[in-house]
Antibody, heavy 120, light 108 residues
Framework: EVQLVESGGGLVQPGGSLRLSCAAS????????MNWVRQAPGKGLEWVSF????????YYADSVKGRFTISRDNGKNALYLQMNSLRDEDTAVYHC?????????????WGQGTLVTVSS | EIVLTQSPGTLSLSPGERATLSCRAS???????FAWYQQKRGQDPRLLIY???SRATGIPDRFSGSGSGTDFTLTISRLEPEDFAVYYC?????????FGQGTKVELK
């Protein structure tokens, strides 16, 4: 069974930083593309970032480009999101999501998410 | 980026009724790159349909998808109590992938 468990969320002041982690199990992690998707409280879904299995292809949403960095450690079955220069509008639940084989951004297994709150 | 607009915003129906949800794209989307997700209250989203009309693993056949170009539809043939949720469409063929704003299917 695929399991994705995020951690690292919390309350941070505007301009601050956080590093999110996602522990993956139940599948061959290094073969799978991964995404981060966020959902602001009471709002819809917003794609944040993509990383390929070997980490050779990385994409970001314009809203986070230059501030967020996605990475992975295939030896540890872990996905990360380093978030710098955080803004109020980054407040959301951040989900680690495994991509389906049918598309880089086709999202077939979701973690429960970790809440990031940016507020002074 | 491709903007997806879902309609209606809320659909009020009774169990056993048919639900028809629409999603319109701001530009043409290749059918193989269109999906639908279901999100129940307090739960993570779940992939329902991909490639416009293929059901994901474990999804019952009362869920079906159709469409092409800029207009796509999710149909739930007979609503079960567990189907009352928010549904999101998504295009995943272009970067960035984008979602519709969601349609809430609520109990009438």
């Amino acid at each position: 069974e695929v399991q994705l468990v995020e951690s690292g969320g919390g309350l941070v002041q505007p301009g601050g930083s956080l590093r999110l982690s996602c522990a993956a199990s139940g599948f061959t992690f290094n073969n799978c593309n991964m995404n981060w998707v966020r959902q602001a409280p009471g709002k819809g879904l917003e794609w944040v970032s993509f990383i390929s299995g070997p980490s050779d292809i990385i994409y970001y949403a314009d809203s986070v480009k230059g501030r967020f960095t996605i990475s992975r450690d295939n030896g540890k079955n872990a996905l990360y999101l380093q978030m710098n220069s955080l803004r109020d509008e980054d407040t959301a639940v951040y989900h680690c999501v495994k991509a389906h084989s049918g598309g880089w951004y086709l999202l077939d297994s979701w973690g429960q998410g970790t809440l990031v709150t940016v507020s002074s | 980026e491709i903007v997806l607009t879902q309609s209606p915003g809320t659909l009020s129906l009774s169990p056993g009724e048919r639900a028809t949800l629409s999603c319109r794209a701001s530009q043409s989307v290749r059918s193989i790159y269109f999906a639908w997700y279901q999100q129940k209250r307090g739960q993570d989203p779940r992939l329902l349909i991909y490639g416009t009309s293929s059901r994901a693993t474990g999804i019952p056949d009362r869920f079906s998808g159709s469409g092409s170009g800029t207009d796509f539809t999710l149909t739930i043939s007979r609503l079960e109590p567990e189907d009352f949720a928010v549904y999101y469409c998504q295009q995943y063929g272009n970067t960035p992938p984008t979602f519709g704003q969601g349609t809430k299917v609520e109990l009438k």
